[in-house]
């Protein structure tokens, strides 16, 4: 009997590396041998995309057997900061990281104290191979909202997974804070969830995620970045607020932002954010339509000028109304309260 009781212990610690126990007790399971084909239960959860910048590039530096212990060694680094949390990890894609929090202040948290790991990761590998050793960093994506939690598969195999349009806005965040060469991009869904003091965040605008009508609001959490960057992007959160929402031509959108990047480059800080709104303005200028209206690139967030030039593609002001972002000329930078 004893030892009957050691073997299902094993089998259900074995189990657990590859089905989260959150999951089981979710759909009111104990065990995995009772999931059943097609269960499901409606929550609300916070959902963290995260990814390496530059993996494709890294991984064409290693042998196959080398990229699997990186690989290894990057995901055990990380996975204590998620599990400290509360967090569980959902999904391992190569370098991608797919993890969930029943909080969203706790998702938050481990997004920040995961940029953290990762620094302090990249000293740890110099120091033990020198200055040659690649450091990494990391695009992370955050938000929150209603998920669908089920089984699926066939009858032969079965798995536990996320379906909703959380899941997707997620990841569009990862993405674009891959783009934006930024730490953290977190929604307003999710920022208006957690009661933490003191971040210091900036507001980037609105992006459209393909197949989801309302558009997603997206904040920077800078606080992720080195100290001297987060406070050149607190210092110029206003500036930056007025190039986006407070400008009336394309032109003077980017007149106001090379503005910044020339402050920027005085501070001798990067602000990849700035730059890429720079770049691809200038690559994608304003196309007149037949009937008057302004089309602007799509990759771009939706800025002050759509609205006054009444973009084809744009269905409501862009503009924040929220307290938290402030009219020209007020100061921003640390908020609790956040624009949607």
Request: charged letters at 20%.
């Amino acid at each position: 009997m004893a030892k009957e009781a050691e073997d299902r212990l094993a089998n259900v610690r074995a189990t657990t590396k590859f089905i989260p126990t959150a999951f089981l007790r979710m759909l009111g399971y104990a065990e995995i041998s009772e999931l059943q084909l097609g269960d499901c239960v409606n929550t609300s959860l916070a959902v963290l995309f995260s990814s390496v910048t530059g993996f494709a590039q890294l991984s064409t530096t290693m042998s196959s057997e080398q990229l699997f212990a990186w690989l290894v060694d990057y995901t055990t680094t990380v996975a204590p900061v998620i599990k400290k949390r509360k967090g569980f990890i959902d999904k391992l894609v190569g370098d991608s990281v797919m993890a969930v929090f029943f909080e969203p202040q706790n998702a938050l948290r481990a997004a920040m104290e995961y940029q953290s790991v990762i620094s302090m990761s990249n000293v740890k590998k110099r120091t033990k191979y020198g200055r040659s050793s690649v450091a990494i960093d990391a695009a992370i994506g955050v938000h929150y909202g209603k998920v669908c939690v089920g089984v699926i598969g066939d009858t032969n195999r079965t798995s536990i997974t996320l379906v909703s349009d959380t899941v997707n806005v997620a990841s569009r965040l990862e993405g674009v804070a891959k783009d934006f060469n930024a730490k953290i991009v977190a929604s307003f869904d999710l920022l208006q969830k957690c009661s933490i003091d003191g971040i210091v965040q900036r507001y980037l605008g609105k992006i459209t995620v393909k197949g989801r009508k309302a558009s997603v609001s997206m904040h920077e959490i800078v606080q992720a970045d080195t100290n001297a960057t987060m406070v050149f992007k607190s210092d110029t959160t206003t500036d930056l607020q007025n190039a986006l929402f407070h400008t009336s031509t394309q032109q003077e959108c980017l007149d106001a932002l090379q503005a910044i990047q020339h402050k920027a480059n005085q501070a001798l800080v990067q602000d990849g954010f700035v730059e890429y709104c720079i770049q691809k303005l200038q690559q994608h200028p304003e196309m007149q339509l037949a009937d008057g209206r302004t089309l602007i690139h799509t990759s771009l967030p939706q800025f002050g000028f759509y609205s006054q030039h009444g973009a084809a593609d744009v269905e409501e002001t862009v503009e924040p109304q929220s307290p938290g972002v402030p009219p020209r000329g007020q100061k921003a930078g640390r908020h609790s309260q956040f624009p949607n």
